[in-house]
């Protein structure tokens, strides 16, 4: 039985690393300025130490996520690290679907689901290259459902609702969680910089 190993994007995530490096080496040193001289400079080396470890988090997560497929089974290796395995027997078929995004980008995806319409593997074209889409196709070997349109993401949720993440079913709900997460940052930053009498 031959197994093939697929990889996630790299180029992409670099980009974004890279961009967010370049950002946080601007705000720590501006916050490093303002505390040094008689500042709580070691809550500023505190905040430094814990956003790197989320970014190294974050970057293991992406780079060790990986897809295994063959005739026989499909394997994930998520964000998280848990790896789940699907039989083929288990897999009733794969939509394929152009979706459009927000933005008017078109983004190519893979849902592989079970007999039940449920998710079991998710591939998004941001993230896994094309070649990655077209061997799951090709190796798992069941029937394609082909969305020949161009779709979104509210569309896909009237058709196949069970192959979403929950924030893209529940939208509303998912904008309030942002808003309330944003809103709790902005006042925990706004009391750190009243602390160290920037604000």
């Known amino acids: 039985m031959t197994t093939t190993r697929l990889r996630p994007n790299s180029s992409i995530f670099r980009q974004g690393l890279l961009a967010s490096i370049v ?9 490093y300025f303002l505390t040094i001289p008689d500042g709580p400079w070691q809550l500023v ?7 790197s470890l989320a970014v190294t988090f974050a970057t293991w997560g992406y780079f060790s996520a990986t897809i295994w497929v063959s005739p026989d089974e499909i394997s994930e290796r998520g964000f998280f690290g848990r790896r789940q395995r699907f039989p083929v027997a288990s897999v009733d078929s794969i939509v394929l679907a152009t ?3 927000s933005g008017g980008e078109l983004q190519r995806q893979l849902f592989v689901r079970d007999a039940a319409g449920r ?8 993230f896994w290259p094309p070649e990655a889409l077209d061997t799951v196709v090709r190796t ?9 349109e161009v779709t ?3 569309e896909l949720r009237r058709q196949y609702p069970d192959l979403l993440f929950w924030f893209e ?3 509303r709900i998912a904008i309030g969680v942002t ?18 009498g920037a604000a």
Request: proline share 3%.
């Open 23 to 31: 950002f946080m080496t601007i705000v720590f040193v501006v916050l």
């Open 45 to 51: 080396l505190g905040m430094q130490v814990v956003i």
């Open 99 to 101: 979706i459009s995004g």
């Open 119 to 126: 998710l079991q593997v998710r591939m998004r074209g941001q």
């Open 140 to 148: 798992l070997k069941v029937p394609v459902v082909r969305i020949e």
């Open 152 to 154: 979104t993401i509210a």
């Open 169 to 171: 079913r529940h939208p």
């Open 179 to 196: 808003a309330a997460t944003a809103l709790v940052i902005g006042i925990v930053i706004f009391a750190f910089l009243r602390g160290i």
